[in-house]
């Protein structure tokens, strides 16, 4: 049974650009999470999407956006590329999308590696 | 503050020594998990905890819900468990469930 898979693994855009990451959960899980993370630090949440509606944001600008399709795969869109987006964006699939029940599992997957320059 | 505080934010330990990594929050969580990121970026979750302590192989988790406190430890340990460990929480504060918010991580290297 795959894993959860990114793409691409690695992406290098200019300034201003715009960039589209995709992410395809484990079979089943209907919740995905995407989190940014910088060299030295650990991953910061940006978006939770379950059963296609956003859930959750974190203190990201509105030039961040996702969503979730019917298959429950996902993409993120950054828009207007800074030299600060560089980061490697990591996306998370779980059955559910609440911690009501606390013995869930969370899966990770590779990451795309992002360069702004 | 980070909510989340983890030390040391590094650590070199010799083959066969015993490795402690701690983490503090500062909220009211539904579970902790302590994840695992070798270089190059995938992550892999080696505990989910909300109580008392989970063993694996040679690691070791523990938690204290009322000190808001986890130790990772690492029994002897092998060059193959350099890594980043990264503590995590969950927390219905934020709002939302099944989000983790992270520490900085701790950057391990053990040496042969």
């Known amino acids: 049974d795959a894993g959860v898979t990114q793409s691409p693994t690695h992406l290098i855009k200019t300034r201003g650009q715009h960039v589209t990451l995709r992410c395809s959960p484990i079979?089943?899980?209907?919740?995905v999470s995407w989190y940014q993370q910088v060299l030295g630090q650990g991953p910061q949440f940006i978006f939770q999407?379950?059963?296609?509606?956003?859930?959750g944001r974190g203190n990201f600008p509105d030039r961040f956006s996702a969503r979730q399709f019917p298959n429950y795969s996902s993409e993120l869109n950054v828009n207007a590329l800074l030299l600060g987006d560089s980061a490697l964006y990591l996306c998370a699939s779980s059955p559910r999308g609440d911690s009501s029940r606390s013995g869930y599992g969370y899966t990770f997957g590779s990451g795309t590696r992002l360069t702004v320059v | 503050k980070n909510e989340v505080e983890q030390s040391p934010q590094n650590l070199t330990a010799q083959e066969g020594e015993f490795i402690t990594i701690n983490c503090s929050y500062s909220v009211g969580i539904s579970a902790l998990h302590w994840l695992q990121q070798h270089p190059g970026g995938g992550i892999v979750s080696l505990f989910m905890l909300s109580s008392g302590k989970k063993k694996h192989g040679r690691l070791i988790a523990t938690i204290n819900i009322q000190e808001k406190h986890s130790s990772l430890h690492i029994t002897a340990s092998h060059p193959r468990d350099s890594a980043v460990y990264i503590c995590a929480v969950r927390s219905v504060r934020w709002g939302f469930g099944n989000v983790l918010h992270c520490g900085s991580g701790t950057q391990v290297i053990v040496l042969p």
């Open positions: 079979s089943g899980h209907k919740s």
């Open positions: 999407y379950y059963e296609k509606e956003e859930r």
